[in-house]
């Protein structure tokens, strides 16, 4: 890794766009390419690189909290961490060229997030490039009191349309002590054998349903998991096979790799206990039934209203074979909210324009717009 301050270079870009209101794409490894809306833009706006922005700033194993630049690969980062026994709780995908800055602006999550959290609930402070071509810090390198929303969350998850995310401090943890994953059988597209487990004082960190298996991950000390894996029974996979949860995590499994040319890949949140989709199609269940993969040739506006039938909301994870978006319509409010925020941060809209909600590309506030 050749650390490597580039945040002047990348805020003289950015007041170069304010003063000639020109549009910007923000790029990293790109390894999400496919995700999200191409953007209204994407052929005609100018390309801001973050990849020249990398290294660890600060790194307190003791204190269990890193500090990187945004361009910093997740196979450097996780390294770096592995070095000390440690890892970022969240277990983000680490796709060929991904970066720690992409993973965030996604906000993408692995197979440990419903039982340690998402990638949100670790971040304890930002470094940020507004759309003014300002230079903000949000939160710090700890945890504290906080009176007011904490607004160095707020990035995660955002598709880099509020900023350019320069630095950012994260909680990390030790590794634990021992994981062993055990597979059962279970009768197809049944999540509910999930409730009883999550109810359940397990050391359990990973449980998927696919097909008619049901695949539980235990982790912690090698007496609790030991304890635990005979309490539950199935059959206890090998370290090899037990690679299952890092090639969904990353999209290598077949089940993503075998997507047919007239389907899409949609990822659906919903409440762990919400009942089955009625969309046609294959799926996988991750995150104990909260997140589900569907391939389906099923029209957007379908997978749209079927998910919000049963409580949740969807994304499509694969190129789009037409025009429609990739995300889950807003309601008023949520669009009114959610287009302040974005004029409070970028009231030209100058970043990854179309990328997230394009109907948010338009100022709710043309008074603020016009002043700037």
């Known amino acids: 890794m050749t650390p490597n301050d580039d945040s002047s270079a990348l805020l003289q870009r950015v007041k170069q766009a304010v003063d000639t209101a020109s549009h910007l794409v923000i790029k990293a490894g790109n390894s999400k390419s496919s995700l999200g809306n191409a953007g209204s833009d994407a052929n005609t706006a100018e390309p801001l690189s ?28 996780n390294a770096v961490l592995d070095e000390a026994g440690q890892m970022l709780p ?19 999550s ?20 507004n759309g003014q071509a300002q230079d903000l810090s949000f939160g710090g390198q700890v945890m ?11 990035q995660i998850g955002t598709w880099g349309t509020l900023g350019v995310l320069l630095d950012v401090s994260m909680k990390v943890l030790p590794k634990p002590e021992l994981e062993l994953t055990l597979v059962q059988a279970a009768t197809e597209h049944d999540t509910r054998g999930f409730s009883p487990l999550m109810r359940q004082p397990l050391p359990l960190s990973a449980a998927m349903l696919i097909g008619e298996h049901r695949y539980l991950r235990l982790s ?14 199935g059959d206890r996979l090998s370290e090899e096979d037990a690679q299952i949860w890092q090639s969904v995590r990353d999209h290598e499994h077949e089940f993503f790799t075998s997507l047919a040319q007239d389907a899409s890949l949609w ?28 391939k389906t040739t099923a029209p957007a506006a379908e997978v749209f209203a079927a998910a919000r ?17 990739a995300f889950q319509p807003l309601d008023g409010v949520m669009k009114k909210l959610q287009s302040r925020v974005r004029d ?6 100058l970043f990854n324009r179309g990328r997230f909600h394009p109907e948010l590309d338009a100022p709710e506030n043309s008074q603020l717009t016009s002043s700037v």
């Open 267 to 294: 990822r659906i949140s919903v409440a762990d206990h919400a009942p089955a989709l009625t969309l046609p199609g294959e799926y996988l269940y991750e995150w104990a039934g909260a997140q589900r993969w569907l």
């Open 50 to 77: 973050v990849l020249s922005h990398t290294g660890v700033i600060s790194y307190e194993p003791t204190e269990l909290v890193v500090t990187v630049r945004s361009g910093t690969t997740m196979q450097e980062l």
């Open 110 to 129: 692995g197979p440990r997030r419903p039982f340690s959290g998402s990638a949100r609930d670790y971040v304890l402070g930002t470094r940020i490039i």
């Open 144 to 154: 504290k009191n906080v009176a007011g929303y904490d607004v160095s969350r707020l």
């Open 344 to 349: 409070s941060f970028d009231p030209l809209r």
């Open 220 to 233: 912690g000390s090698e007496a609790a998991v030991m304890a635990a894996a005979t309490e539950l029974g």
């Open 309 to 325: 039938a049963v409580g949740g909301h969807a994304s499509r994870y694969s190129a789009s074979l037409d025009d429609s978006a």
């Open 90 to 108: 969240f277990e983000p995908p680490c796709l060929p060229g991904s970066t720690i800055g992409g993973v965030l602006a996604c906000g993408l």
